[in-house]
């Protein structure tokens, strides 16, 4: 099994920034690709960015291109969200996700709050 805990949420105002970080655990070495998703208040639950855990190729949603990056430190095993401009609308739980041969893992989830 993979265990995946978030930091780092919290509440900002718009235009600021924060940053994310899912340190993975457990059986690490099976995991292919990790992402953020998110989910605002009666609304699904949206990927927003991924990484691959071995060539470090990325994708970002278009809603957030330009604005947040998804990073990785193989060595901590760890996946950061660097979320900058920040916008009411960016107002939900974030959840990390790993994805690999064991299957799919997610984290608990961090709230964040974007206030106008």
């Known amino acids: 099994q993979v265990q995946l805990v978030e930091s780092g949420g919290g509440l900002v105002q718009a235009g600021g920034s924060l940053r994310l970080s899912c340190a993975a655990s457990g059986r690490t070495f099976s995991i292919y690709r990790m992402g953020w998703f998110r989910q605002a208040p009666g609304e699904e639950r949206e990927s927003i960015a991924a990484?691959?855990?071995?060539?470090?190729?990325?994708y970002h949603a278009d809603s957030v291109k330009g604005r947040f990056t998804i990073s990785r430190d193989n060595a901590k095993n760890t996946v950061y969200l660097q979320m900058n401009s920040l916008k009411p609308e960016d107002t939900a739980v974030y959840y990390c996700?790993?994805?690999?041969?064991?299957?799919?893992?997610w984290g608990q989830g961090t709230r964040v709050t974007v206030s106008s």
């Open positions: 990484i691959s855990w071995t060539s470090g190729s990325t």
């Open positions: 996700n790993s994805h690999g041969a064991m299957g799919d893992y």
